[in-house]
């Protein structure tokens, strides 16, 4: 764990090392044991009171987990959110796509929006008293963990917060909402071909993938555009093998969303003449993409390139 020693966890810029331990920390976030998540967060140096431990147990709630782990020698404290699982309840979640309005013409998926306000109340009693203590706050998750890790980090931008680093992560609002965000950074970080981070479909940069085409079709000027989902942040993205491990920094959101629409059209209509076996093969080789551990791989892989010891 020497990459995870010493992080530079009083600045705000994006660090390879805290990238790993985030993706680290949101694999945990799906840990069921509750003896198991303590021990291996002991493994990076992080304790995990009981009371730190956020779960929403109503019998009306959407099944959200999260948990606070603090490292009192470097006064760090991670908030990280569990993502979806195969789950009646995260299912709902994640597909109750209409937009729930907030002040300002601020609007947000109202799923994940009702999830994060279901644990809002315990979250923030947490976060009082470790803002008090100063402690550096870092939010993580990946898939719906980063969704609402962002709508944690509007919710609560007016605390001690260091960073938001998102894995895989669904888009959350419209424009405004990001905007909103008006002092923790967001690092995004998107492997390859992973599809999670292109939905909602209805989204503008599957409207713009659209505008494009039809545009080259037609070769008339399309515009889609109209009250649509956004990503916020910096982007960064798993884009080499793992034995290089190579995250991209200085790419577009309209690159990133082009290539992994690319694969998918690709597998949709470049495979049809393959029997089922190797079809199925290749959709588990696509969505393969989304595995946290993946980010966590590479990410560990760049980060001891980068940090060599």
Known sequence: MDIVNNLPVRRAGYSDRIAYLMSCMSKLAYEKDEASLTKQLKDFGFDLPSENIIENKSESGKGTQA???????????????RGTEKEKKDIITDFNIEFEILDKDQAVHKG?????????????????????DNYSIFITGHSLGGALAVIATHELDRYNLSACYTFGSPRVGNEQFGDAIKKTPIYRIVNKYDIVPCLPFRGIWWLKYLERMITKISNKDVNLEGNEYFHYGNIHYLDSALDSGEVKNNISEDEVMENIFKKIFEFLFENSSENLESLKLKFFELISFHDCQKYCDHLKSWAEKENPL
């Open 67 to 81: 948990f606070v782990a603090t490292k009192e020698k470097d006064k760090i404290a991670i908030l990280a959110f």
């Open 112 to 132: 994940f929006f009702t999830a994060f306000n279901d644990v809002k109340k315990d979250i923030i009693d947490i976060l009082e008293k470790l803002t008090h």
